[in-house]
């Protein structure tokens, strides 16, 4: 009998686009916490709040004070990712591709490439580039982010791997000849 992880796999394979979220008991990784015990606590309580007012200034479209928000908190505490990570976004909105850029390649190179920042700045790095039509660095972040636990980044890797999807599709063909031979000799 195989467990349900054996056939969330299967699903995986004979699914390629299938949103990975909609498959229960494929990933059950812990969720990503960010390593912030190497800050002083005053100050990171202090960035995070400006962080906060920063994410609850881009919600309500007022980018100007988002910007202004995490860039106060990256003088504070410049060696930490998240507000770069933030910042990225609301410059991403404002249209300054080149900026958000980066500000996610400092928020990836400070977080070591692990933590939930990590994660996020390669997910966002990687729907930059796919946006500017580079398939190559988009897929190189989402396997990334993939590998970190993200089920966006997984698919869309899949997306952007034709030969993945391509192997998937002629297995799933195989294994269905293999179940079916009648119906296949049909055809």
Same mark, same amino acid.
């Given at each position: 009998?195989?467990?349900?992880?054996?056939?969330?796999?299967?699903?995986?394979?004979?699914?390629?686009?299938?949103?990975?979220?909609?498959?229960?008991?494929?990933?059950?990784?812990?969720?990503?916490?960010?390593?912030?015990?190497?800050?002083?606590?005053?100050?990171? &309580?202090?960035? &995070?709040?400006?962080?906060?007012?920063?994410?609850?200034?881009?919600?309500?479209?007022?980018?100007?004070? @988002?910007? /202004?928000?995490?860039?106060?908190?990256?003088?504070?505490?410049?060696?930490?990712?998240?507000?770069?990570?933030?910042?990225? /976004?609301?410059?991403?909105?404002?249209?300054?591709?080149?900026?958000?850029?980066?500000?996610?390649?400092?928020?990836?190179?400070?977080?070591?490439?692990?933590?939930?920042?990590?994660?996020?700045?390669?997910? /966002?790095?990687?729907?930059?580039?796919?946006?500017?039509?580079?398939?190559?660095?988009?897929?190189?972040?989402?396997? &990334?982010?993939? @590998?970190?636990?993200?089920?966006?980044?997984?698919?869309?890797?899949?997306?952007?791997?034709?030969? @993945?999807?391509?192997?998937?599709?002629?297995?799933?063909?195989?294994?269905? &000849?293999?179940?079916?031979?009648?119906?296949?000799?049909? /055809?």
């Amino acid at each position: 009998m195989a467990s349900a992880h054996d056939r969330a796999v299967l699903q995986a394979i004979f699914n390629p686009t299938t949103p990975f979220g909609d498959i229960p008991g494929l990933n059950q990784e812990e969720e990503l916490i960010d390593d912030d015990s190497g800050f002083d606590r005053e100050l990171l &309580k202090q960035v &995070k709040e400006l962080e906060m007012r920063g994410v609850s200034a881009a919600e309500t479209g007022d980018l100007q004070t @988002a910007l /202004q928000l995490f860039s106060q908190a990256i003088q504070i505490l410049p060696q930490r990712a998240s507000a770069y990570n933030n910042r990225a /976004q609301a410059l991403r909105l404002k249209g300054d591709t080149a900026g958000a850029l980066g500000d996610l390649d400092q928020a990836i190179a400070l977080s070591g490439s692990t933590g939930r920042t990590a994660c996020q700045a390669l997910v /966002q790095r990687g729907l930059l580039h796919r946006l500017a039509r580079q398939n190559d660095e988009a897929r190189a972040d989402f396997e &990334k982010a993939a @590998a970190l636990g993200s089920e966006f980044a997984r698919q869309q890797a899949v997306v952007l791997n034709p030969y @993945a999807a391509l192997c998937n599709k002629m297995l799933s063909e195989v294994i269905n &000849k293999m179940r079916n031979p009648e119906t296949s000799d049909m /055809q």
